[in-house]
């Protein structure tokens, strides 16, 4: 018997270590650049804290580890979603194997993530997605066994994973609420018992340093987190909300596309007889829950396509599962053969475009997602290339209006230095404000580097912080992808610092 017919930990240990060395070689040779997000939480890593503006400050100290071994370099960040993401499957094998009691089931299941591009992204991508996954996963594997069996180990091993998640995103405190009306409906008795209360101290003291940088901070994380929860806004009318609802509802469909194949043969196999048990009950009300949520926000706002993705992998194990169990997977597998490979065309789009193949036309540039991690670097080498040629000492300074491209442009400029973000009113707050500009570099003459996405005289408000007789110098950088332009860097070189303030309300 081979190793991985086997079924077993060596199995599985080997499929993914595979899959892993693969995606190494991906994100080293795949020709394209961080995201900004993922260059902003490298950013974060440079000024450690117990929290940041938007997020906890567990991928902080996940990417100051790494690069403090490896350097700052993108593949050393995308190191940490491959390893992630490798844990992520194996914890999905254990899960599967402890629940069903069936080894080569669980193999199968853990496999069966490979088809699903929620998968490929959390485990390419270092965000704070990947985080929130592993953290949803296990809080929910272990309330599951401690609302169940006897003791106290499964409680707080529950508050651990929730607690950790927290750090990672604060998506988890989904589950607080949950929890209560899950026990307060179907086992209220556990809420009379300290094993749900141990459960909830666990995560609160994991969580504390950043109940505490909150407090210190005038509440900021929660105040994001209430802006992006919808706090404060009106009802924006019925087409803006069938917008939205058509968004939500399409995004999560296309998100989870190869899974579609059970609303076609659903009768037919009797998929529902496989989601009847108790713990496919029980993953199905967490799903529901977290859904039903969102749905109603969609109600007042957009949202976007990866916010529910953490609750999905306990739902993707019933679910494969089915897929597994029915027989269905006999009928499918040339469906999932297809949307696999289809999948892989998508990652391979920025390798595909390098080398000017015609399959790099299959996928438009206006719906490539690989489209928006194009240029950066290329922009980070042009623009060094311009300060050397107009200034003869390192008295500037880097700026832009919009946070993606200063921590950008702090990743890929050589020397990787520290850059700035221009407050003004029209913009929502981010980290750079927490961060300030200090009062040597803004009282101090320096030369400015300011970056845009649009020419300075199509906006009237920066237009009027900055004249025109405080431009020196100014240029463009063209970004081409698949040999179309898809954007513009406008560089405008200002003898000395906007006086700019901003009375942020917008979080």
């Given at each position: 018997?081979?190793v991985?017919t086997?079924?077993?930990?060596?199995?599985?240990l080997?499929?993914h270590?595979?899959?892993a060395?693969?995606?190494?070689?991906?994100?080293?040779?795949g020709g394209?650049?961080?995201?900004?997000?993922?260059?902003?939480?490298?950013?974060?890593?440079?000024?450690?804290?117990?929290s940041?503006y938007?997020k906890p400050?567990?991928i902080?100290?996940?990417?100051a580890f790494t690069?403090?071994i490896l350097?700052?370099?993108a593949?050393a960040?995308?190191?940490?979603?491959?390893?992630?993401g490798?844990?992520?499957?194996l914890?999905?094998?254990?899960?599967t194997?402890?629940?069903?009691?069936?080894?080569?089931?669980?193999?199968?299941v853990?496999?069966g993530?490979l088809?699903?591009?929620?998968y490929?992204y959390v485990?390419?991508?270092?965000?704070?997605d990947?985080?929130?996954v592993l953290?949803w996963l296990f809080?929910?594997?272990?309330?599951?066994?401690?609302?169940?069996?006897?003791?106290?180990?499964?409680?707080?091993?529950?508050?651990l994973?929730?607690?950790?998640?927290?750090?990672?995103?604060?998506t988890l405190l989904?589950?607080?609420p949950f929890?209560?009306l899950?026990?307060?409906f179907?086992?209220?008795k556990?809420?009379?018992?300290?094993?749900?209360?141990?459960?909830?101290?666990t995560?609160?003291?994991?969580?504390?340093?950043?109940?505490?940088?909150?407090?210190q901070?005038?509440?900021?994380?929660?105040?994001?987190?209430?802006?992006?929860?919808?706090?404060?806004?009106?009802?924006?009318?019925?087409?803006?909300?069938?917008?939205y609802?058509?968004?939500?509802?399409?995004?999560?469909?296309?998100l989870n596309?190869?899974?579609?194949c059970?609303?076609?043969?659903?009768k037919?196999?009797?998929?529902?007889?496989?989601l009847?048990?108790d713990?496919?009950?029980y993953v199905?009300?967490t799903v529901?829950?977290v859904?039903l949520?969102?749905?109603?926000?969609?109600?007042?706002k957009?949202i976007?396509?990866?916010?529910?993705?953490?609750?999905?992998?306990?739902?993707?194990?019933?679910?494969?599962r089915?897929i597994?169990?029915s027989g269905?997977?006999?009928?499918?597998?040339?469906?999932?053969?297809v949307?696999?490979?289809?999948l892989?065309?998508?990652?391979?789009?920025?390798?595909?475009a390098?080398?000017?193949?015609?399959a790099?036309?299959?996928?438009?540039v206006?719906?490539d997602?690989?489209?928006?991690l194009?240029?950066?670097?290329e922009?980070?080498?042009?623009?060094?290339q311009?300060?050397?040629g107009?200034?003869?000492?390192?008295?500037?300074?880097?700026l832009?209006?919009?946070?993606q491209i200063?921590a950008?442009?702090?990743?890929?400029?050589?020397?990787?230095?520290?850059?700035?973000c221009l407050?003004y009113?029209r913009r929502r707050m981010?980290?750079?404000?927490?961060w300030?500009?200090?009062?040597?570099?803004?009282?101090?003459q320096?030369?400015?580097v300011f970056i845009?996405t649009?020419p300075?005289?199509?906006d009237?408000?920066?237009?009027?912080?900055?004249p025109?007789?405080?431009i020196?110098?100014r240029?463009h950088f063209?970004v081409v992808?698949k040999g179309?332009q898809?954007?513009?860097f406008?560089i405008y070189?200002l003898?000395?610092?906007?006086?700019?303030?901003a009375n942020?309300n917008?979080?």
């Amino acid at each position: 018997m081979s190793v991985l017919t086997s079924f077993g930990w060596r199995a599985v240990l080997l499929l993914h270590f595979l899959v892993a060395m693969l995606r190494i070689l991906y994100a080293v040779k795949g020709g394209f650049d961080l995201d900004a997000e993922e260059a902003q939480y490298w950013l974060w890593s440079q000024y450690p804290d117990w929290s940041y503006y938007s997020k906890p400050p567990l991928i902080a100290y996940i990417n100051a580890f790494t690069t403090s071994i490896l350097g700052s370099v993108a593949w050393a960040v995308r190191l940490n979603a491959i390893t992630l993401g490798s844990l992520l499957a194996l914890g999905v094998y254990h899960i599967t194997r402890q629940v069903y009691q069936n080894k080569k089931l669980a193999f199968l299941v853990s496999a069966g993530l490979l088809v699903l591009p929620s998968y490929h992204y959390v485990s390419l991508f270092f965000t704070t997605d990947i985080l929130a996954v592993l953290g949803w996963l296990f809080t929910t594997y272990f309330f599951y066994r401690a609302s169940r069996e006897e003791g106290l180990k499964n409680w707080f091993f529950a508050g651990l994973s929730m607690g950790i998640g927290l750090l990672g995103k604060y998506t988890l405190l989904y589950f607080i609420p949950f929890s209560l009306l899950y026990l307060a409906f179907l086992n209220r008795k556990l809420l009379r018992q300290k094993g749900y209360y141990l459960f909830l101290l666990t995560a609160t003291l994991l969580f504390l340093p950043v109940i505490i940088w909150n407090v210190q901070n005038g509440m900021m994380g929660a105040l994001h987190v209430a802006h992006l929860a919808g706090a404060g806004k009106e009802f924006p009318g019925w087409s803006k909300v069938l917008a939205y609802q058509s968004e939500f509802l399409g995004g999560q469909l296309l998100l989870n596309l190869p899974l579609l194949c059970l609303l076609f043969f659903w009768k037919r196999f009797k998929i529902a007889d496989f989601l009847k048990g108790d713990f496919e009950r029980y993953v199905l009300a967490t799903v529901g829950f977290v859904f039903l949520s969102f749905f109603l926000l969609a109600f007042f706002k957009r949202i976007r396509i990866n916010w529910l993705l953490f609750s999905y992998f306990p739902l993707y194990i019933i679910l494969l599962r089915a897929i597994l169990r029915s027989g269905l997977i006999y009928r499918v597998k040339n469906y999932l053969a297809v949307t696999f490979f289809l999948l892989i065309g998508l990652l391979f789009q920025p390798i595909i475009a390098a080398y000017s193949l015609p399959a790099s036309k299959i996928v438009p540039v206006t719906v490539d997602p690989f489209s928006k991690l194009m240029g950066w670097r290329e922009l980070g080498q042009f623009l060094d290339q311009e300060i050397k040629g107009h200034f003869e000492e390192e008295d500037y300074i880097i700026l832009s209006d919009k946070y993606q491209i200063a921590a950008q442009m702090s990743f890929y400029t050589p020397g990787q230095p520290s850059t700035y973000c221009l407050p003004y009113d029209r913009r929502r707050m981010n980290q750079y404000d927490l961060w300030g500009i200090p009062s040597d570099v803004a009282a101090n003459q320096k030369q400015v580097v300011f970056i845009k996405t649009s020419p300075l005289e199509k906006d009237e408000l920066q237009q009027a912080l900055i004249p025109a007789e405080k431009i020196t110098y100014r240029t463009h950088f063209p970004v081409v992808y698949k040999g179309q332009q898809i954007k513009t860097f406008y560089i405008y070189f200002l003898n000395g610092m906007p006086q700019a303030e901003a009375n942020f309300n917008r979080y």
